[in-house]
Every structure is written in C-alpha cells, then in structure tokens.
C-alpha cells in the first residue's frame, strides 16, 4: 500500500520549491498536490491528459471553458483534456489534490 496524509503531501511540496508536487505515478494515471498562495496567479495551460482536482483547503474561484464557480474544502473538479481552466481570486492558499488519466505529460 501507498498511502499519504495532507501534512505529509504539504512537507513533500514545500521541500521541492515549486507550485506541483507529483507523488504517484503508475501507468494508467498521476497524482500530484498543487498549491496556490493567496492572492497568487495560476500559471498553468490545458493539459492532454484528463484532470480531476480535489480541494484540500483554501478558497478561490475555478474557470473551466465558459464555466466560473467558487470552490472550496470537498470541492471536486473535472477538467477535460485540452479545456483551458485556471483558478483565480485566491482567497486563501489554496491546495489541490491533482489526478490527471493518462499520467500528465512532461
């Protein structure tokens, strides 16, 4: 068994210095923890793969295609391969548990 809990998934991301942390990669799929200061700007650009992205904690508002919601602790978000999606008025650090099928081009 793998197993990670969210302070482990935090010490591992912060040791790296970078905004996406991957910690699970197999064949059919990868996962990283993804974070965004308050305040900050999401950098990223559609991606090839699939995406589900799971918050962990923080606020922030989520736009996806034409889409724009707030999102929360429990909030759940797919994202379609090639979808332009980025998060945006970070409220509060926002942290994402990130499942990307296939496993995330790099």
Do not use: C, N
Not at 37 to 49: N, R
Not at 51 to 76: C, L, W
Not at 86 to 93: G, L, M, P, T
Request: charged content about 25%.
């Amino acid at each position: 068994m793998q197993a990670w809990t969210l302070d482990e998934l935090r010490e591992a991301h912060a040791a790296e210095a970078r905004l996406y942390h991957e910690f699970l990669r197999v064949p059919s799929m990868s996962v990283g923890y993804y974070r965004l200061p308050a305040g900050g700007t999401d950098p990223q650009s559609p991606h090839l793969e699939d995406e589900v992205y799971v918050v962990a904690h923080g606020r922030a508002k989520v736009t996806v295609g034409e889409d724009d919601r707030e999102v929360g602790p429990g909030d759940t978000i797919f994202v379609a391969a090639t979808v332009p999606h980025r998060f945006h008025d970070i409220a509060e650090d926002l942290g994402l548990i990130v499942f990307f099928a296939p496993p995330e081009t790099r």
